[in-house]
């Protein structure tokens, strides 16, 4: 029985062959998956916080390749395929030319496969993601939060949508000092999940591909206090974010790193940085359930956070 209501939510993508194994898993286990991988001819696999673990036909798992694993055969990957854009290829086209297919959801499922004229064929691999609440994670960030721009920052998979998810739900919770107006720009329908999700009482969801456009329209339609949305990656979204801390208004955004070396060397988490739009960095662990370090962008570039 699936017990999990987020992975309930992908099921109607999942072939039976796929489905019944995760019958077997414990709740707890089925509560921690973030992403079903299927490779053709290869091992189904599940990632689990920060590891990969291969499924068994029976619903047990292993972190090594052994002989009796579930294995996901081209007949399998191409009905998943299928189901995931629910009869009609046609229609996803313009997703499938970028790489993804947009799941009921709200969440983007990986596709890998050849991309010629940018219709993609010869479908190889599928990742389903699967968007999670995790309310109360932002705790620490709340009590050490200065109320200014903050960057949420680390490795991929070490918990940043879901710290900016639960920590948008607060601000504008009255969990936090007070009830914040917060627009969030979810260009992937991940925050929310597909609004599915609790963003709090007093949160604006603008689903828009364009965040840079979306920045723009929240500032000139909602008068927000915080606007909130998933990995900066252009100038144009810079530029954007500068506009914002000029009207006033604090950003909340996540980025890709490795390590702080890399917050002070790619050109646009330095830009950032140095704009004055972000006060606080919070370093996401590389482990789930290590802590969260907040620091200042000024200690940060004084090398005096160790």
């Known amino acids: 029985m699936i017990l999990d209501e987020s992975l309930i939510s992908i099921l109607y993508a999942l072939p039976l062959k796929i489905r019944q194994p995760l ?16 490779r053709k001819n290869l091992p189904v696999a599940l990632t689990v916080y920060d590891k990969t673990l291969f499924l068994k036909p029976n619903g047990q798992t292993s972190l090594l390749y052994t002989n009796d694993l579930l294995i996901c055969d081209e007949d399998t990957l191409t009905e998943c395929f299928n189901l995931l854009c629910e009869g009609s290829v046609f229609a996803h086209e313009k997703e499938l030319s970028q790489g993804f297919i947009i799941m009921q959801n709200g969440c983007r499922a990986g596709v890998c496969g050849n991309l010629s004229g940018g219709i993609m064929q010869d479908i190889t691999s599928l990742n389903l993601r699967i968007s999670r609440e995790v309310k109360g994670c932002a705790n620490t960030v709340l009590q050490n939060f200065r109320y200014g721009g903050l960057l949420i920052a680390g490795p991929p998979a070490s918990g940043k949508t879901t710290l900016l998810r639960d920590l948008v739900r607060q601000l504008s919770s009255k969990e936090g000092q007070k009830l914040y107006r917060t627009a969030v720009i979810d260009t992937r329908g991940e925050i929310s999940g597909g609004c599915q999700l609790d963003l709090g009482l007093s949160t604006d969801i603008l689903n828009c591909n364009d965040k840079a456009k979306g920045i723009e329209i929240a500032l000139r339609t909602m008068s927000p206090d915080f606007i909130a949305f998933d990995e900066i990656g252009n100038l144009d979204e810079l530029y954007a974010v500068s506009q914002s801390f000029l009207s006033g208004v604090s950003i909340i955004t996540t980025a890709h790193i490795e390590n702080l070396f890399d917050l002070k060397s790619r050109e646009i988490t330095s830009r950032l940085l140095k704009s004055g739009a972000i006060k606080q960095v919070a370093l996401m662990p590389r482990k789930i359930g290590d802590e969260i370090k907040i620091i200042s962008v000024e200690e940060l570039f004084n090398d005096s956070f160790i």
């Open 23 to 38: 019958y077997h898993l414990s709740p707890d286990f089925q509560n921690s998956i973030s992403e079903i991988r299927l």
